[in-house]
Antibody, heavy 119, light 107 residues
């Protein structure tokens, strides 16, 4: 069965960096676009970033543009999010999500990893 | 950017009730609208995509309708497992955007 497993979350001070990873299994990772979505504690969902199946196209939410970098390694079935210059408002559970085929939306999500930005 | 406005933000209902949640887009988005269910501490789960296509494995009591700027998610007969939060999402051009969510509570 399709699995997405995030890792790398934790507590970090404002201004520091953190790198999240998402390990994919049981599907052909290299043929699917992938996304990061976050959810601040007690709040709604916020789209963060997109990367095309081959990594050639990337888009970011304005709130993270210039600070976060999405990447993928199709040889290792891994999606990453490099988060720099972290702010307290970046505190959230971060999910990786797969966009499905045939016009679907996010058909599979990881379990999420919590990032807390605090001094 | 396209803004998605969901209503109501909270809904109190009883088992067996017919429930409708509305999502409005700030401009026409054709049918590029998805609905998700989320339970506390869990990742969201896709219910509906392309406004009205039921995701595989989702019970048929869930249905979606609409196009352009106004969309609805309907639960025909609310079940105990349906008490949760629901989100709409625009997912065509970037940035993709979510509605603010609707929490369905037990009356």
């Amino acid at each position: 069965q399709v699995q997405l497993v995030e890792s790398g979350g934790g507590v970090v001070q404002p201004g520091r960096s953190l790198r999240l990873s998402c390990a994919a299994s049981a599907f052909t990772f290299s043929t699917y676009p992938m996304h990061w979505v976050r959810q601040a504690p007690g709040k709604g969902l916020e789209w963060v970033a997109f990367i095309s199946y081959d990594g050639s196209n990337k888009y970011y939410a304005d709130s993270v543009k210039g600070r976060f970098i999405i990447s993928r390694d199709n040889s290792k079935n891994t999606l990453s999010l490099q988060m720099n210059s972290l702010r307290t408002e970046d505190t959230a559970v971060y999910y990786c999500a797969r966009r499905g085929n045939w016009g679907s939306a996010y058909d599979y999500w990881g379990q999420g990893t919590l990032v807390t930005v605090s001094s | 950017d396209i803004q998605m406005t969901q209503s109501p933000s909270t809904l109190s209902a009883s088992v067996g009730d017919r429930v409708t949640i509305t999502c409005r887009a700030s401009q026409s988005i054709s049918y590029w609208l998805a609905w998700y269910q989320q339970k506390p501490g869990k990742a969201p789960n896709l219910l509906i995509y392309k406004a009205s296509t039921l995701e595989s494995g989702v019970p048929s009591r869930f249905s979606g309708s609409g196009s352009g700027t106004e969309f609805t998610l309907t639960i025909s007969s609310l079940q105990p497992d349906d008490f949760a939060s629901y989100y709409c999402q625009f997912y065509d051009s970037y940035p993709w955007t979510f509605g603010q969510g609707t929490k369905v509570e037990i009356k």
